[in-house]
């Protein structure tokens, strides 16, 4: 049984900087894509990144240079690197898998399979 397990939110002042991370389980971890996505209260869920094995790594364009996507297959963890934050970085951020069949691991919702239950990320100005 696949599990994600998000760490790493909490409450933050703008201009400050966090650290996500996902704990995968249940999973052969070099053959998925990971991603990170994010949901605001009354938006829907958006991709901020993905990476494959190879760390070759696609991100939302609106988010390059603040956030960094990362991962480390020897710990089956994934990490999302959060600068200068803004209040509407708030939202709740989930890691997500799915199987890699080939491409890049672009961070589109519907192609993932599995997910985390989420972190709260709450930036206040």
């Known amino acids: 049984q696949v599990q994600l397990v998000e760490f790493g939110g909490g409450p933050v002042q703008a201009g400050g900087s966090l650290r996500l991370a996902c704990a995968a389980f249940g999973l052969t971890y070099t053959k998925y894509c990971m991603g990170w996505f994010r949901q605001a209260p009354g938006y829907g869920r958006e991709g901020i990144a993905g990476?494959?094995?190879?760390?070759?790594?696609k991100y939302l364009d609106r988010v390059k240079g603040r956030f960094t996507i990362s991962r480390d297959n020897a710990k089956n963890t994934l990490y999302l690197q959060i600068n200068s934050l803004k209040p509407e970085d708030t939202a709740m951020y989930y890691c997500?898998?799915?199987?890699?069949?080939?491409?890049?691991?672009?961070?589109?919702?519907?192609?993932?399979?599995?997910w985390g239950q989420g972190t709260q990320v709450t930036v206040s100005s």
């Open positions: 990476i494959d094995s190879d760390g070759e790594i």
């Open positions: 997500a898998a799915r199987s890699r069949v080939g491409g890049y691991c672009y961070p589109a919702v519907r192609e993932y399979d599995y």
